[in-house]
């Protein structure tokens, strides 16, 4: 599909086989799972499909859904919890571009992945993650009005990617962390306009099954690759103090 002409008006990035990082990010990022990676959507997975929204009224703020998305586009990763990092364009969030995720992972380790963004208009925004990303799917950022109030979504299509992460949905650890972050997310983007907000989450089973032809997927796990990856990075940084 080609993309429209104008972004106001909605623009889907262009289809790609693998993905690259084009905005290279700064050196304290660590940069790995990204690229050359395919996209997975939630039939690539391999756990149980789960929908998922997160949901806060910005009651008293008097600023439109535009407003919000705006905002939100622009200074995306600056909501996030403490110790996660966004690592995208410098043009906030744009249709096609590629982003570095830094995640504070269980044990103190960071978790590198990433993921694409598929969409944006005035009113939401997209994504889709790469193989080893601890879920498969897309999550949609909105903001609409309701009741004359406006408020902001988050919603997520998504099943766990491998094996070993739907080892962790079934024990509650991912789903956990996933509803945490997204809640402080929400609770900080509520914050900027002045707002103590309540966050909603509701959460639905969409598919009971696994797809045990995925379970290979567990050769890209994020997770894993982060950890092994995590040794060489301490090394590099003591020479290069030392040096």
């Given at each position: 599909?080609?993309?429209?002409?104008?972004?106001?008006?909605?623009?889907?990035?262009?289809?790609?086989?693998?993905?690259?990082?084009?905005?290279?990010?700064?050196?304290?990022?660590?940069?790995?799972?990204?690229?050359?990676?395919?996209?997975?959507?939630?039939?690539?997975?391999?756990?149980?499909?789960?929908?998922?929204?997160?949901?806060?009224?910005?009651?008293?703020?008097?600023?439109?859904?535009?407003?919000?998305?705006?905002?939100?586009?622009?200074?995306?990763?600056?909501?996030?919890?403490?110790?996660?990092?966004?690592?995208?364009?410098?043009?906030?969030?744009?249709?096609?571009?590629?982003?570095?995720?830094?995640?504070?992972?269980?044990?103190?380790?960071?978790?590198?992945?990433?993921?694409?963004?598929?969409?944006?208009?005035?009113?939401?925004?997209?994504?889709?993650?790469?193989?080893?990303?601890?879920?498969?799917?897309?999550?949609?950022?909105?903001?609409?009005?309701?009741?004359?109030?406006?408020?902001?979504?988050?919603?997520?299509?998504?099943?766990?990617?491998?094996?070993?992460?739907?080892?962790?949905?079934?024990?509650?650890?991912?789903?956990?962390?996933?509803?945490?972050?997204?809640?402080?997310?929400?609770?900080?983007?509520?914050?900027?306009?002045?707002?103590?907000?309540?966050?909603?989450?509701?959460?639905s089973r969409v598919d009971d099954k696994v797809q045990w032809r995925r379970a290979g997927n567990v050769w890209h796990n994020a997770a894993i690759r982060s950890a092994l990856y995590a040794p060489l990075r301490a090394l590099r940084l003591l020479l290069r103090r030392s040096g």
């Amino acid at each position: 599909m080609e993309p429209e002409e104008n972004p106001q008006q909605g623009t889907w990035a262009r289809p790609v086989d693998r993905l690259t990082v084009a905005n290279r990010p700064p050196s304290q990022a660590i940069n790995l799972n990204v690229d050359g990676r395919e996209l997975t959507g939630p039939l690539q997975g391999f756990g149980q499909m789960w929908q998922k929204s997160y949901t806060v009224r910005l009651s008293g703020a008097g600023v439109t859904p535009e407003q919000v998305v705006a905002t939100w586009k622009a200074r995306f990763g600056d909501f996030w919890p403490r110790g996660n990092r966004f690592y995208g364009s410098l043009q906030g969030i744009t249709p096609g571009d590629v982003a570095v995720l830094n995640l504070a992972a269980p044990g103190g380790l960071p978790l590198s992945t990433g993921v694409l963004v598929i969409y944006a208009d005035d009113n939401s925004f997209s994504f889709m993650t790469p193989q080893g990303h601890m879920f498969a799917g897309m999550i949609t950022f909105s903001a609409y009005e309701e009741d004359g109030t406006t408020e902001a979504e988050v919603r997520a299509l998504i099943r766990a990617s491998d094996p070993i992460y739907e080892i962790g949905c079934r024990l509650g650890i991912v789903h956990r962390l996933e509803d945490n972050f997204w809640r402080e997310t929400l609770e900080q983007l509520a914050a900027h306009f002045g707002v103590n907000g309540q966050v909603q989450i509701q959460t639905s089973r969409v598919d009971d099954k696994v797809q045990w032809r995925r379970a290979g997927n567990v050769w890209h796990n994020a997770a894993i690759r982060s950890a092994l990856y995590a040794p060489l990075r301490a090394l590099r940084l003591l020479l290069r103090r030392s040096g």
